[in-house]
């Protein structure tokens, strides 16, 4: 099934460049994409980038779609509380949802149903929809808390995908140890992707 709608949370866990490679590279691809991005991930933003995000939602949507070109309407960002965006519902769900990167904190709320933001919900709402969820965790070492509750999602139906790059490609750059990760996430979205080879195959020119 074709994936053309995604929600994408970013969380205050570092690693945001993953988030935001992530959403260029889906705007490029054609696809819808729903942005929620915690407080502390418009914080860890500025100290890991020079992004500048600002901190209105509208500001944000204006300034992701500025900055990778996107189609009218192609990237909607959404509040930590604002509950009448479509991922707050079932019938408004998106095809799939990653959650990159994400905080250990996180984790646990998605992990124990507590919704009590917008990422939260839209995460319990992927899983109760049966939808894919892909949570991109970003923290190490875990402990058993953590662990546990990555078993608990996982039965779920989860993907759980810490953000742990490969060498094998020879990366020479941190932007490919980056798009190591993104390719994996967008493989399990079924998105084309030329950032990494398939096994076996040649790397891409």
Same mark, same amino acid.
């Given at each position: ?42 914080? $860890?933003?500025?100290?890991? /980038?020079?992004?500048? %995000? ?7 949507? =204006?300034? *992701?779609? &500025? #900055? ?29 949802? $990653?959650?990159?990167?994400? /905080?250990?904190?996180? %984790? ?7 919704? =009590?933001? *917008?990422? &939260? #919900? ?47 490609? =020879? ?35």
């Amino acid at each position: 099934m074709k994936t053309h709608s995604v929600t994408l949370a970013m969380t205050g866990a570092s690693g945001v460049q993953y988030g935001l490679r992530l959403l260029e590279l889906l705007t490029q691809a054609g696809v819808q994409s729903r942005v929620l991005i915690s407080q502390p991930a418009q914080v $860890v933003i500025g100290m890991e /980038t020079d992004f500048g %995000l600002p901190g209105r939602t509208a500001d944000q949507e =204006r300034m *992701l779609s &500025e #900055r990778f070109q996107a189609q009218p309407g192609q990237i909607r960002v959404y509040g930590r509380e604002q509950w009448t965006a479509p991922v707050a519902s079932g019938s408004g769900v998106s095809d799939a949802m $990653v959650v990159c990167p994400c /905080t250990t904190g996180t %984790l646990s709320a998605i992990a124990c149903g507590n919704s =009590r933001s *917008l990422i &939260e #919900r839209a995460a319990d709402v992927s899983i109760k929809e049966r939808r894919p969820l892909i949570l991109v965790v970003r923290e190490t070492p875990f402990s058993s808390i953590h662990l546990e509750n990555m078993l608990r999602l996982s039965q779920a139906g989860v993907t759980i995908m810490p953000a742990n790059p490969g060498f094998y490609h =020879r990366p020479t750059t941190i932007d490919e140890l980056v798009d190591f990760m993104v390719a994996r996430v967008l493989d399990h979205l079924q998105i084309e992707q030329q950032l990494l080879p398939t096994w076996g195959e040649a790397k891409p020119s």
